[in-house]
Each structure stands twice: as C-alpha cells, then as structure tokens.
C-alpha cells in the first residue's frame, strides 16, 4: 500500500518539495533552483530527477507512493493545462501529463494559491472545515475558495482570484493589473507599506514609524505597542480587507476564512482590525464563520499539493 | 422506467407546480394558493395532494414518477433542511424529507434562486454550460451559483446571495439588509425605479419619462427610443451591474454569467450597458465569459426543481 505522496511547490525562484506520508505529515523538505531558461522546459525534468534521487536514498520503492501534486504559479485547468505560467515560461503544457511520462507517478496538477488553500484545510488553520476561502496577503493577495473539499478551479482555472475584485471607488492609482480599486491594493504588503506612505506623509504627531521603514511589518509592530499612526493605517487595511472578504464570504457562503501570507504573520491583530468592516459589510447568515490565520506558512503548497493527489 | 419529474416553486402567493419529461420537456404547468397560515403547515401536503390529484387525472402511476424538486424562498441546506424561510413561516423543516414521507417520491429541495439558475442551465438561457452563474433582477438582486453543475449552496445554505455585495462607497441610503451601497440598491427593479427618481428630479430637459412611472420598464423603452434621461439613467444602472458582476466573475470565473428577472426582460440593451463597466473592472481571463439573457422567465424554478432531483 501507498504510504508517500510527493508535494511540489513550483515557484519563480525555487522549487519546493515535500516528501509526505499518506496522512499528512511532512517526512522531508527541500528545495531546487527554479531553471526558467529555455521557456522552462527543464523545471518539470529537474523535479522528476529529485524526487527519483530521494527514492533511491532512501530505498523507497515507486510501489510506496501514492501520487506526486505539483502547485503551479499560474492559472491550471481541472485536468492539468497550463495555458501560461509567466514566471515560468510555460505556455500550453499539461504538467499533469507530462509529470506522469516523465516519472510513471500519477500526478495532479493545481494553481497554487488554490493548493495552498488546501493545504491548510488538511493540515494548517483550516482543518476540520469542509468549505474555506483562503486569502494569502503576500507581495500579491492570492486566494484559493475550496467547496466540499474540492478546489473551484474555475471555467479556465482562473476562480479565486481574489486580489482583483474591486473593494474601493474613486482610487486613483492603477494596480499592476491596470484597474482601479483592487483588493490587492490595499491589503498586500505592497499595498499596507503604500497605505503607511500614504498616512505618514500627512502626519504631524509623534510615532515609532520612520520614513525608511514603512513596511507592513513595521505598521503592526507599530499596532503592538500603541502607535497611533500605526493604528490608523492598521484600521484602512482592516477596512478594506474587512469588506473584500464580506463581498466573498456573501457570495460563496464557506465555513470559515483562513488568512496567510507574509502579512498575516502580524497574527491576531490582522483579524482584530478586520472583523468590525468584516461584519459591517457581509450579509447576514453569511458573516457567520470561523475567521482563521494560517498556520503552514510556505509549507501550505506542499501539503495541498500532495492532498490534490490524494 | 420513470418517465415524469415534478418541478415545484413555491413562492409567497402562489405555487407553481411542472410536471416535465425526464428529458426536460414542460407537459403542463399549473398553480396553487400558498396556505401561509398555522406558519405554512399547510403548505407542502397541499403540493403533494396537487401532485397525486394531477397522476390521477392522467393515469400516470407512481413508478412512472422519478421525484419531486422544490424550491424554496430561504436558504436551504444540502439535505433539504430550511432553517427558516420568512416568507412562508417555516422554521427547522427538512423539505425533502417531510415531502417523502408525504408522497413516497424521492425528493430534492433547494433555495429559488439556486434552483432558477439550474433550470436555466438546463433548458434556458445557459444551455451548454456547466459552471454559470444567474443573477435576477427582480423586486430584489437575487443569484445562483453553478459550478460543474452542481448548485454552490453555502455552508448555511445562503450561497449566491449575491444581491447584498457592497458594490459602492458612500451610498447614505440604507439598504433592506440594513448595509449601505448593496448590489440590490441600483440593480434590482426597485433599485433601477430609485436611480430613475434621483435622475428625474435633477433634470431640466425633456424626456419620455414621467414623475407618475419611474419603473424599471419605462426606463428601458425610454433608452430605446433614444431618451436621453433614459441613458443617463441606464448608464448607472449598469455601470454598477458590470461592478458588481465582475466582481463575482472574478471570484468564480464561470463560463457564463445568465442574466434573468423582471429586469432583464427589457432585453440586450441590459447587456449592452453593463460590458463597458464589466469589462473595466473584472479580471484578466475571468471577463472571457459568455453575458446571456435568461430564456424560462418564470418558469426556471420548475425547471430547475426537477432538474435537481434528476
């Protein structure tokens, strides 16, 4: 019987591996540089030839493994398509397909937001849930809506992506996407550090905030030991993160809303600040969940990768 | 081998009851009176003895009959329990299973707006798809959501309840839920009849339109006719029906959004003044979607009943 299943995590940079037992616990982990030359076209090999090295050094047979998942930066289809993954180079490939030619592994291929959202179902902050959104605020905010267990991957494998919905009217500045008013706007760490410039050229008080570090990490250390500026900008993100995932959860009605990502880390207070826009906004029986942090931090891909195999 | 399926949409006046082919086709359609005294005690052995009396009449026996779908003015869990459905004075009753035990026949439940939606995946307006979502524009917003053609029901049964997303800042006007700026303050009949008056008072030249009918209908046939208060009317109401529905296709990223609803019935000019905002606000790969008029006007929910028990 099975007892290994492979999670990848491909990212711009480097590959994440996971070597997993079939009920969820990391065994090993590891990394491999991302080779984008060539359009790519080594990434998928360079993952087949470290997963088969750890085979042998381990002396596991292919017998004992279940599968391989691989989380893909990049829209994937329900059996696999990738039409383009821009930070890898990849255009038209099924990496489903080709991981299986490449290794006899069955494999199973997802983006990887949406993975990672079903990693901390299985085993981070969204466990013993069924149906969760989860919003990674990174450098991006991602976001991956899993419905009876199963991801919503979308008609072309673009549902949950949640950083582009419109939370704000009258916003001036362009996102990297080129509209106006995008969820990602304010509540990525691009977005926090934006904000704090925002609030801290106008501001004529004191404060433990300085021009050189405006991070969203400086705003909630900031938050943590009083700082009224700190608490201003911490109460806009709260705003606008409280009413993006209100129009969320009253559309998809989940169980709960996990929150990861590199901002998240700030802990509790994210939810603190979030939760009076959260209930401002959402529709009635809908703003009755779990509002959760994520608790796998980079590992999430490889759990809900490897679960995806499962 | 069954032959028939009962659709049955049960409203606050009246219900409607279809007795259609398995294959889709409406035989014949009727409606009875809903009984909301005694808290609508009455209500689904009035459907059933509606049903037995209409298998009498065309000696049709029992084994012909493969189920009865009902839809239902509330939320409603997956396994057919209403929490509570206002409009009927239900609480706490299990639809599907209080119909067995009333008929005998298999028997599916689920929310109106849901079950709209699949009957118009099924024989309407979104034939040909497998993941739309439905948006009606009615006395209120309301929505169903499809995926893989499976209902998206919600943890609590309120999924798709689109018509209560914050879609404007800075609304005053407080909406039915008691929330400021919903989807349902600009784009349900009641909310276009709203636009039309704020309009109508602040203009000075000549129009089509009359302070005695500002309803939804005058302002479409006034758009037609080249009205141009009618247009400026038209223009909002769809700039924030394009938001607002970018937003949900940017989230869930359906093959089709299915536009239906005493709204719609004005027809493409609908469509036609909401692209412009939808295509400016969604994102990327989810504005790849087909925007179609909804076809079974009232007649979806029986379509969709039946189709859910099928």
């Known amino acids: 019987m099975a007892k290994y299943v492979f999670g990848v995590d491909i990212g711009g940079t480097t590959v994440k591996i996971g070597l997993i037992s079939t ?6 982990k590891w990394e491999i540089p991302t080779r984008k ?8 090999s360079d993952v087949a030839a470290s997963i088969k090295g750890k085979l042998a050094e381990r002396n596991i047979p292919d017998s004992e493994v279940a599968g391989v998942g691989v989380g893909v930066p990049g829209p994937v289809s329900a059996d696999g398509l990738v039409l383009r993954a821009v930070n890898l180079g990849w255009t038209d490939l099924n990496v489903s397909k080709e991981f299986e030619k490449l290794t006899g592994f069955k494999t199973a291929a997802g ?3 949406n993975v990672a959202a079903l990693g901390e179902m299985w085993k981070g902050g969204g466990m013993g849930y069924n149906s969760i959104v989860m919003v990674t605020l990174g450098t991006g905010v991602g976001g991956g809506i899993i419905i009876d267990g199963k ?3 979308g008609a072309l494998g673009a549902g949950g992506e949640i950083g582009h919905i419109h939370v704000r009217d009258g916003e001036e500045k362009a996102c990297g996407c080129g509209n106006h008013g995008c969820f990602e706007q304010y509540c990525s760490a691009t977005g926090v550090s934006n904000l704090a410039k925002k609030h801290f050229e106008n501001y004529n008080g004191t404060t ?6 405006l991070s969203a990490k400086a705003v909630f250390d900031g938050v943590k030991v009083g700082d009224a500026l700190s608490k201003e900008i911490a109460e806009e993100f709260g705003e606008c993160l409280g009413k993006g995932l209100s129009v969320i959860a009253t559309i998809i009605n989940p ?12 802990g509790q207070v994210i ?8 209930k401002e ?4 029986d809908c703003g009755k969940l779990k509002m959760l942090l994520a608790t796998l931090g980079n590992d999430a891909g490889m759990y809900g990768a490897a679960r995806l195999v499962l």
């Not at 009920?23 to 090993?28: A, F, L, P, V």
């Open 208 to 213: 433990v905030l300085t021009k050189e570090d």
């Open 255 to 266: 169980e709960a809303i996990v929150i990861g990502g590199g901002v998240s880390k700030a």
């Open 271 to 278: 939810i603190d600040y979030t939760m009076p826009s959260f």
């Open 23 to 28: 009920d969820g616990t990391m065994i090993e």
């Open 111 to 113: 983006n990887d937001a």
């Open 151 to 153: 991801i919503l991957t």
């Open 281 to 284: 906004n959402v529709f009635s």
């Open 37 to 44: 030359e060539n359009n790519g076209a080594n990434i998928l």
